[in-house]
């Protein structure tokens, strides 16, 4: 079966800018989670999504946001980019969210900012 | 929340020695602890997992031990090689999913 989707691959955009980003989850993973990766700050959460609602956040600002489709893809957005949001942006998804049930990730998008 | 803290975060051995990564819980409610390995440039991906109610998992050169008593899990990894350089990943879920800050392994030839 087709694994987790993320489009673009690769991305670059400016300084005060905004970008999406896209996540197509595995058929019938209710579930997606966000990470930010950057070098030596291994995986930072950024939020999950279970059934078109926001279920946990983690400690990021307001800039960052996201939504979930009734077909369970994802995006996120980030506005006004700054520089130190260029990092490697992985999604996972899953069933149920809680591990144990095909928690998946997809290869990323890597944002750079200049 | 849960806290998942993971050591060391760089870790270089001889190639086939053994390999230990360590890592604590705080949340009694975590149940599912599973591993994952993120070669360069590639995704994180499910190594082995484990479950509160075992004690212990082995698939082949890679074994996951969980002390629930103490809140902590560890991965071995026996008879290292090249291939097993990667950044390793654990994770503690139980109501919500959290990773340690992952582990440098260099498996040196």
Redesign the interface.
Known sequence: KAGVTQTPRYLIKTRGQQVTLSCSPISGHRSV?W?QQTPG???Q?LF?YFSETQR?KGNFPGRFSGRQFSNSRSEMNVSTLELGDSALY?CASSYS????DG??????TRLTVV | GENVEQHPSTLSVQEGDSAVIKCTYSDSASN?F?W?KQELG?????II?I?SNVGEKKDQRIAVTLNKTAKHFSLHITETQPEDSAVY?C?A??????????TSLTVIP
């Not at chain 1, 928690?103 to 990323?108: A, L």
């Not at chain 2, 590639?42 to 499910?46: G, W, Y």
């Not at chain 2, 879920?93 to 992952?102: A, E, K, P, R, V």
């Open positions: 989670s990470y700050q291994g995986l959460f999950e946990n992985l969210g809680t591990g144990g928690y998946t990730f997809g290869s990323g | 599912y599973p994952y590639k995704r994180p991906q499910l997992d479950r990943f994770a879920g139980g109501n919500q999913f959290y990773f340690g800050t992952g």
